[in-house]
């Protein structure tokens, strides 16, 4: 899953909630699965406040035991 992070948000009036990370792991075990991978894409996080093509990426697999 793959979502701005808080300047992307701010720039586009249809992002109406915010999902960061610990959102998308959340959703992702509600339904049978885990997190892979996390990043933080193009930059570290912290550029996520400022630069608003900066993303919350999450890669989830299925969970064997869900």
């Known amino acids: 899953m793959i979502t701005p992070q808080e300047a ?3 720039s586009d009036s249809t992002h109406v909630r ?3 990370h610990a ?3 959340l959703l992702l075990s509600k339904h049978g699965w885990k997190t892979a991978s ?5 930059f570290p996080r912290v550029v996520g406040r400022v ?3 900066n993303e919350f990426v999450v890669v989830g697999e299925r969970n064997p035991d869900a």
């Open 8 to 10: 992307g948000y701010r």
């Open 18 to 20: 915010f999902v960061d």
């Open 23 to 25: 959102a998308i792991e």
């Open 38 to 42: 996390k990043q933080s894409f193009p």
């Open 51 to 53: 630069f608003p093509y």
